[in-house]
């Protein structure tokens, strides 16, 4: 069992930044692929980024590559996702998301979620 709690969320004019964290506590054995997904107002939960175990492979969505970078540090247990040149349409609850086995399949199949935290981006 992991438990996943996310930080950082905010307020932020379009264009700033944000940068924020999930912690992972209960079995963190750095055997988890880690992953970014978030929930638009009245949207359904969608893929933003994922990190393999090692941190080696990383891909994103396609609406925020170039903007938003994942990373881990398994020492502290911790990933990452710094965004910048944020627009309001990222606005929403971003959740942090872990999944054992295959790295590739955190995208369709998250195993463990985070309670989210709120991203406000103004114009």
């Known amino acids: 069992q992991v438990q996943l709690v996310e930080s950082g969320g905010g307020l932020v004019q379009a264009g700033g930044s944000l940068r924020l964290s999930c912690v992972a506590s209960?079995?963190?054995?750095?055997?988890?692929?880690m992953g970014w997904f978030r929930q638009a107002p009245g949207q359904g939960r969608e893929f933003a980024a994922a990190i393999s175990q090692n941190g080696r492979i990383i891909y994103y969505a396609d609406v925020v590559k170039g903007r938003f970078t994942i990373s881990r540090d398994n020492a502290k247990n911790t990933v990452y996702l710094q965004m910048n040149s944020l627009k309001p349409e990222d606005t929403a609850v971003y959740y942090c998301a872990a999944k054992s086995g295959p790295w590739s399949t955190i995208r369709a199949t998250p195993e463990y979620w985070g309670q989210g935290t709120q991203v406000t981006v103004s114009s």
């Open positions: 209960g079995r963190t054995d750095s055997n988890y692929a």
